[in-house]
């Protein structure tokens, strides 16, 4: 079977949309939650969310193509092309070799059908946008994406919601590994801080409502009451290793084993003592032919819901051990909950982190839950991982779990 490797990363989050960023907040623990400033949060009760506030997508985009495309089109495009700025590839070699785009979305366009819902109560419904429909379905990210870069391989949109982009790299890694792909541009992108999506997420009581910003997203903490909704994209270039070698490409990390299943138990909640999310880790350890012993850090979805936290805590004791001495820590804290990019962008921040011999901390959880006791990295210090293992948890029962390997230069 052939081997994948990472030669391209490109990320837009909370705590930074390029490499350097990402990395010196990291380092200095820096929280991307704050009060939301997209809507009037005057009276609602939710206040906070992770938001992107250093992007001026006017850089990026003209207002023609800004008014075509949802937000979640333009994040997944801008880390797209960082993904491939950074896998140093041209259009005019994408278009000759075997390209694919796996790009996930939880929820697709909901700032265009909030506003386009809107616009049709007002002017009537055949006076909504023409760019309506491209711009609210969850695989025109994927699409808009392919189009730009002239990638005419498979293109595709793996909709399992907070699992999303973690099965599209997963999914992609398989393709690259039985030849049906050279390159895949893998990940995901998501943008539902607005008035609709906060809302349906408070509603079914599954969002923080804490007003401070360092007691809000706390995963496997005590006193944790839900998740804090972010927003972002991200987006690696997968590549099959001789592929990578030939064209000199800087490789960044490979990718080696894949696990995915599904609870089948309840629309929103894990199943009791995580079964299958203990499957899927073993399923994507099996593939790598790793061992619990050999994983020396996992990246978990830690989403800071009393039920998920719980669960997936059982889950890793019981591949790990009652008493397990990996590493353990949850994006989230800093970056809030990306849903379908969430995968992607986390696994990123993991790769750029243990290339310089540190791991992303677990912030502001402090009372950690007797039902949550594991080895929990809350300080930078220096690590050095062979490799480590990301979870991701979906509303549905979706489970998906990567394994990754650093690579030696």
């Not at 270039?237 to 030939?246: D, Q, T, Y």
């Not at 039920?307 to 989230?332: C, M, W």
Request: proline letters at 3%; aromatic letters at 6%; hydrophobic letters at 35%.
């Amino acid at each position: 079977m052939r081997r994948v490797v990472i030669t391209g990363i490109g990320l837009v989050s909370p705590i930074g949309s390029d490499r350097e960023t990402i990395l010196e907040n990291v380092k200095k623990k820096k929280c991307g939650i704050d009060q939301i400033s997209a809507y009037d949060v005057e009276g609602r009760e939710v206040t906070l969310a992770a938001e992107i506030k250093d992007l001026d997508l006017e850089e990026e985009f003209t207002r023609k193509e800004q008014k075509r495309l949802d937000r979640v089109n333009l994040l997944g495009m801008i880390a797209a092309r960082r993904a491939m700025k950074d896998a140093n590839l041209t259009v005019e070699e994408i278009e000759k070799e075997k390209v694919g785009v796996f790009v996930s979305s939880g929820i697709g366009g909901l700032q265009s059908i909030e506003e386009e819902h809107s616009r049709g109560l007002k002017r009537g419904f055949d006076k909504v946008s023409p760019y309506f429909i491209p711009m609210a379905i969850s695989n025109l990210t994927a699409a808009n994406i392919a189009m730009e870069l002239h990638a005419h391989g498979s293109c595709q949109c793996h909709v399992t919601a907070c699992a999303g982009s973690t099965n599209a790299i997963g999914e992609a890694f398989r393709n690259i590994k039985h030849g049906y792909e050279d390159i895949i541009f893998a990940g995901g992108s998501e943008a539902s801080i607005t008035e609709l999506g906060i809302g349906g997420f408070t509603s079914m009581k599954a969002l923080s409502t804490a007003t401070d910003k360092d007691r809000a997203s706390i995963p496997f903490d005590r006193d944790r009451d839900g998740f804090v909704m972010g927003e972002g994209a991200g987006i690696f270039v997968l590549e099959e290793l001789e592929h990578a070698k030939k064209r000199k490409a800087n490789i960044l990390g490979e990718v080696v084993g894949y696990g995915t299943n599904c609870d089948a138990y309840h629309i929103t909640s894990p199943a009791p003592g995580g079964e299958y999310a203990a499957k899927a880790m073993v399923l994507a350890m099996e593939e790598a032919g790793v061992s619990p012993e050999e994983i020396g850090y996992i990246n978990a979805h830690g989403t800071s819901t009393p039920l998920n936290d719980r669960y997936e805590t059982a889950a890793i004791r019981s591949v790990f051990g009652e008493d397990p001495e990996v590493l353990v820590s949850s994006t989230k804290s800093q970056i809030g909950h990306l849903l379908g990019a969430s995968g992607a962008v986390e696994t990123g921040i993991s790769i750029l982190t243990i290339n310089e011999n540190i791991l992303p901390p677990l912030i502001h959880s402090k009372y950690f839950d007797e039902e949550c006791q594991l080895s929990f990295v809350t300080e930078i210090e220096e690590h050095k991982v062979d490799y480590f293992l990301k979870n991701s948890l979906g509303f549905g029962g979706h489970n998906a779990s990567l394994v990754l390997k650093r690579w030696e230069k």
